[in-house]
């Protein structure tokens, strides 16, 4: 049985009128990479911060790290890394330099700090830098730093809100690379928040937060089965015939979409070649689509697929992408 790196009930905060968080219960085991998936405003760093000890829950009980979160915040402090939301490196020292501090505050033996500061630096492909002031790397360079850092004191869980925020596709993709690297050779549990539904894809498993709430909790694979079905796109000059032979043949209701035959379908990976070896017309292409987590969110907010596909008259939600900011 996986172990938990993260356990909590009932996590809750308030501020003011707001209720940020309104009773989250989570379990993360070792080693996953776990994400918090969620739009802006939903209690993504509020949560994040109250696992960390940063901010003080209202209420909730549970364990970080192996370590009770009320009763001894110091060891969980100690055995976990934070990469914050908003950079928190000082641009006037040099990436050597912030390292270097942060083994300070951590205690790390002073025989062990260039060795381990190099290290790090050599794992976020910094280590040619080290000696330049911050102020002189790229967003992508600064995120790394951090993830470096973070890595320093050996933590047992790495935080990160929102790593890859505001950076470029391709420096988002190489952030991926580095927290895939560092799960894989330091067994690190990695829990992260990020808005971005694409790079959700990445994580082992998902929590969906919306509200203060976790509203769904599982691999990114699930979650998209949840949202069902594949949809396929027929084009043929025969398309009334088609959705007839459909019905008649697999019991599924074909719709005729901007001249397109429109079908709902489990699993289209079977149903394409079948349909394609037994269908007495002539068909011109056929193509497929499958749900994304953008559609699990659609889904789980309450709109439906399948009324955008009545209403619109055109390929459903995939064409419309939700701004998570
Ligand atoms: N220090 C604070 N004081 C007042 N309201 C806050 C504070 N921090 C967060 N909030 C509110 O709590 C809610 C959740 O915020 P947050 O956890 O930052 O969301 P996310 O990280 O998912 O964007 C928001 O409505 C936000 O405005
Ligand atoms: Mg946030």
Known sequence: MAMAAI?????????????????????????????????????????????????????????????????????????????????????????????????????????????????????????????????????????????????????????????????????????????HKIRKEKGITIFLTTHYMDEAENCDRIAVIDQGRIIALDTPQNLKKMVGNNIVYINSMEASGIIIFIKEKFNLEAKLIKNQVVVEVTDAETFIPQLLKELPYPVTSVSLKKPTLDDVFLKLTGRELRDEVITNGKAPAFHRRRRWQ
């Open 7 to 179: 356990e909590v009930t009932g996590l809750t905060k308030r501020f003011k009128e707001v209720e940020a968080v309104k009773g989250v219960d989570l379990t993360v085991y070792e080693g996953e990479v776990f994400g918090f998936l969620g739009p802006n405003g939903a209690g993504k760093t509020t949560t994040i911060s109250m696992l960390c000890t940063i901010l003080k829950p209202d209420g909730g009980k549970g364990h970080v790290a192996g370590f009770d979160l009320w009763r001894e915040k110091d060891k969980v402090r100690q055995n976990i890394g934070l990469v914050f939301q908003d950079p928190t490196l000082d641009r006037n020292l040099t990436a050597y330099e912030n390292l270097w501090f942060h083994a300070l505050i951590y205690n790390i033996p002073t025989r062990e700090r260039r060795e381990r500061i190099e290290m790090v630096l050599k794992m976020v492909e910094l280590y040619e830098r080290k000696d330049s002031l911050v102020q002189t790397f790229s967003g992508g360079m600064k995120r790394r730093l951090e993830i470096a850092r973070g890595l320093l004191h050996h933590p047992k869980i790495l935080f990160l809100d929102e790593p890859t925020i505001g950076l470029d596709p391709q420096t988002r993709a190489h952030i991926w690379d580095y927290i």
